[in-house]
């Protein structure tokens, strides 16, 4: 009898959806870890002649995406809203604008249907996609996010418990990456264009600033490196030197890997982890993902990061932390607000 009620007990199904920057995504996810459907409307195209994303101008984007994106993720699913158990919504932290909508229509959804709606943390469900990638992988860790507005070392201690151990100050990592891009020329989102183009430098043709670089300091600082970089190009412009630009992609994505990994690796050292998840757009990053992949089998920690898809801002990331959140209970109510500035690890979700 028991073995048959456990082949028979249906998974349970979390509907999710992303709206916090410039991509409409909604997905369904199984038990948590399998990946049912993930719809991703992104709205690149849009942006790229104003050389980044203009808010006012993706919230109008999303309410357009937002509800036939929902349609095709459950459909691609094989799944109707009577069989989802949660509806996870991001709320923060991101754009105002855009992420109203996607707590509008969640709570629209949970009110109509009766299905509990969980809200998430944006920077939470960056780490969790990490779990989607790699089903075995179970906390503690060392997280790294690096994204364009976030740059975080947090302590994933549990599924539901996090320490913040430290954050940029100023630029984040692949706001810098942007804004170097820019000045350079290259097409947005620069970050790509920049990790191309530094597989042709030389990381050590010019010796950029790598700040806040202290033994145990685990803030971060890149608008310093953003301001050395544009120095550069602009002193060399005025002199009619010729400007290599392969080696300034090299040496600039250099000094900030430099930074990410030594960090990261001091963090997981004094935190008494053996493993380190890469997380964010920016963990898309070759440069990234070699330097911190090597330095972490010469410690003898375990380095996981995301498939591509999951690196950028998607549904099913944000499905993954919803489903751990319902499995505790975590849930929010019709007063559910959108908190464009929240901070990792806040769990109060109403007003």
Partial sequence: MENTQQETRKPCLTLALETSCDETSAAVVADGRIVLSNIISSQIPVHQKYGGVVPEIASRKHI???????????????????????????????????????????????FASGIPLVGVNHLEGHIFANFLAHPKLEPPFMALVVSGGHTSLVHVKGYNEFALLGQTRDDAAGEAFDKVARVMKLPYPGGPYIDALAAKGNPEAIAFPRALSGKNSFEFSFS???????????????????????????????????????????????????????????????????????????????????????????????????????????????????K????LGARKVGT
């Fill in 64 to 110: 357009e995406n937002v509800l036939p994106v929902i349609d095709q993720a459950l459909q691609a699913a094989g799944a109707s809203l009577t069989d989802i158990s949660a509806i996870g919504v991001t709320y923060g932290p991101g754009l105002v604008g855009a992420l109203l909508v996607g707590v509008s229509v969640a709570k629209a959804l949970s």
């Fill in 224 to 338: 310093g490196l953003k301001s050395a970089v544009l120095n550069y190009l602009n002193s060399a412009a005025q002199k009619q030197e010729d400007i290599n630009t392969a080696d300034v992609a090299a040496s600039f994505q250099a000094a900030v890997i430099d930074v990410l990994v030594n960090k990261s690796l001091q963090a997981a050292a004094i935190c008494g982890v053996e493993q380190i998840v890469l997380a964010g757009g920016v963990a898309a990053n070759s440069g990234l993902k070699a330097k911190l992949g090597y330095e972490c089998q010469q410690a003898g920690i375990s380095f996981f990061y995301p498939d591509p898809i999951l690196c950028t801002d998607n549904a099913a990331m944000i499905a993954c932390r919803a489903y751990y959140q319902h499995q505790i209970g975590d849930y929010a109510d019709l007063h559910l607000n959108a």
């Fill in 340 to 343: 464009p500035s929240l901070k």
